[in-house]
């Protein structure tokens, strides 16, 4: 028993979007748990929402070896390519994660979890709590043009991202006395003009970026990160342009939120040279969970009490 609960306090764990960069999470837990903290409540936002979910139903430590096992082709094998409403349909991600991992309602999991989605036609903060798990995760995690947006009670659902990156107010809202947060987003505004002006054409392990990847499979030529094909070399991508602006927006929403909503512990996994969709660097993003961690455990350690 943590200090903690015999002090009757209830540990919440919100954890933040971020993409690829999300399987830090799993770190984090694993790095919590090792020091014997275990939080009583779980909320999620996108990828957060995913690594949540997978906690709160049991499975971190299978969500964490597949993660680990991850290679840019299996990546590419979970992407089903739209031209409507999103890159990704998702489909084919999420009946992936229904069968392996999350598969369950609400009301069945281990730990209580909510997860947070944005409406699209309100502009609305959605919090899911009921109902299928993996339909509230795939619709926390639909980042507007990549993945297409999920209709749940009527409403069009997309990232929660949008409106709550970091959940802090959901855990005080489900009772957490003590919230340790997970932010995403420190380094990342300004990561893809810090080298020349532009991001390199190729990811930090040589491998080409994952836009190209995927382009290349349905035979279309394209660069996600260099100069622009038309020979604009101090220019970045598209894809580039979009994802920079979409950090640059959570960044000063999570900011705005945590400014009014703080938690009493923040972690800020150092994460800002994994790219959006590298989910095949999970070994990397999950060791700087763990860093992260480490690095918070006197405040972490001070406020349940253990210092």
Not at 31 to 52: F, H, K, N, Q, R
Not at 270 to 285: K, L, P, T, W
Request: aromatic share 4%.
């Amino acid at each position: 028993m943590t200090a903690a609960r015999s002090k009757g306090l209830r540990i919440g764990l919100a954890l933040g979007s971020g993409s690829a960069r999300g399987w830090a999470h799993l770190g984090v837990l694993r790095a919590l748990s090792a020091d014997g903290i275990a939080p009583d409540l779980i909320c999620g936002c996108s990828i957060g929402a995913l690594v949540g979910a997978a906690a709160a139903a049991g499975d971190l430590d299978k969500l964490g070896a597949w993660v680990e096992s991850l290679g840019w082709q299996d990546v590419l094998s979970l992407l089903d390519v739209s031209l409507r409403s999103g890159l990704i349909r998702g489909g084919r991600l999420m009946e992936f994660f229904s069968s392996n991992f999350t598969d369950t309602s609400f009301d069945d999991l281990d730990l209580p979890f909510a997860c947070v989605a944005t409406d699209l036609l309100t502009g609305r903060e959605v919090w899911l709590r009921e109902g299928s798990v993996a339909d509230a995760v795939r619709a926390s995690i639909a980042l507007p043009g990549l993945l297409t947006p999920v209709v749940r009670d009527g409403r069009l659902l997309v990232d929660g991202g949008l409106v709550n990156p970091v959940p802090v107010s959901l855990c005080r809202a489900l009772g957490a006395d003590v919230v340790i947060a997970v932010d995403l987003g420190s380094q990342l505004i300004g990561r893809a003009w810090r080298h020349a002006g532009v991001e390199p054409a190729e990811a930090d392990d040589g491998e080409p970026g994952w836009i190209g990847r995927l382009l290349a499979r349905f035979g279309v030529a394209g660069d996600d990160r260099g100069a622009s094909a038309s020979g604009e070399e101090n220019l970045p991508s598209l894809v580039s342009v979009m994802s920079t602006s979409v950090n640059i927006m959570q960044v000063r929403i999570a900011r705005s939120r945590l400014a009014g909503e703080p938690a009493d512990v923040l972690l800020s996994p150092r994460v800002g040279q994994i790219g959006m969709m590298d989910y095949h660097r999970g070994s990397e993003a999950i060791a700087e969970g763990e860093a992260a961690v480490q690095r918070m455990l006197p405040a972490i350690r001070f406020a349940l009490g253990r210092s």
